[in-house]
């Protein structure tokens, strides 16, 4: 058993840290490599992605985020090495004293538990979770405020179409009114299939997905997902996805980060009425219903006095 390796953890406070720290770092020495600054350079370049800041402060808060997130996933990984290395050393250890049986089930356990560097790095997980949290609701309240100011206060209208029936109704409505055509014969005539979600040609009985010509087809993310992302990336586009997760409470920020993209890319193309669904007509409806500024936020008559005289 070599309990001399420089990367062992029970090693690690005689291993000498970088100059002017505490000395209670549980990775130093050799084990530096592994702090290499691209590593964190990674985290910064996503979440600059991901949170669009704008302005120092809010540059500061990202960076802060990635650090916290960089550090969290380190943490992490040294948890399971100390943990798999006590499991390693303490078998040999029970062997050499003449433990069997249950007890070196036992040890083994206590071992992988209660290792001062295991403890050491939990703690400061903790801690940098919570920095974490603390940074990221700091900055979305940052960008909360910028917006609200840039807009004007502005208040997105709901979505009318709030359920999955409402959405396959609207979806099947541009069939019906003759919007889409059969893609095998070009055909508008037909009749909607509801229990299967499709539309059937009359002329060659093709059946065509409700999704088709958009740019749901063939996703498996429900329509009133789809739906609120496009409602609401029409009414701000410069949403982050962090505030797209957040509204549609979808776990995996990669998805929402792809039916952004799409999103974005639908809004600009030529055909962009049909790839999304023409929900961009309601939003033009919606627009030109709204008030004038001015009648949004009627002045105060007192205040208009006074600067006319």
């Not at 999955?164 to 005539?189: I, L, Y």
């Amino acid at each position: 058993m070599n309990t001399e390796h420089p990367f062992n953890p029970r090693n690690a406070e005689e291993i000498p840290g970088p100059e002017g720290t505490d000395g209670d770092a549980v990775v130093s020495g050799p084990a530096q490599e592994l702090l290499d600054p691209g590593r964190s350079d990674e985290y910064v370049y996503a979440y600059l992605e991901e949170h669009q800041p704008i302005g120092p402060t809010e540059h500061l808060i990202v960076r802060e985020l990635a650090q916290h997130a960089a550090s969290v996933d380190l943490l992490n990984e040294a948890i399971g090495a100390i943990q798999r290395q006590g499991a390693k050393e303490l078998p040999e250890f029970a062997r050499l004293v003449g433990e069997t049986g249950s007890a070196v089930h036992d040890a083994v356990l206590a071992g992988t538990m209660s290792q001062e560097p295991l403890d050491r790095c939990e703690k400061r997980l903790r801690l940098h979770s919570r920095g974490f949290h603390r940074a990221l609701s700091k900055l979305e309240e940052l960008q909360a405020r910028r917006k609200n100011v840039a807009t004007g206060d502005q208040v997105i209208p709901p979505n009318p179409y709030s359920t999955e029936a409402a959405c396959e109704a609207h979806m099947m409505e541009r069939f019906q009114t003759g919007k889409c055509c059969c893609p095998r014969c070009s055909a508008r005539e037909g009749h909607p299939i509801t229990s299967r979600r499709c539309w059937e040609c009359a002329v060659c009985g093709s059946q065509t997905g409700l999704r088709y010509g958009t740019i749901m087809a063939n996703s498996p993310m429900p329509l009133t997902k789809w739906f609120t992302a496009i409602w609401l990336m029409l009414w701000r586009p410069t949403i982050t996805t962090a505030e797209l997760v957040s509204t549609l409470g979808v776990t995996r920020i990669m998805t929402v980060r792809k039916m952004a993209n799409r999103i974005r890319v639908a809004m600009n193309a030529e055909d962009a009425s049909d790839l999304l669904a023409g929900l961009d007509n309601h939003y033009t409806k919606y627009q030109a219903a709204l008030p004038e500024p001015s009648a949004r936020h009627p002045k105060n008559p007192a205040v208009t006095e006074a600067c006319s005289r």
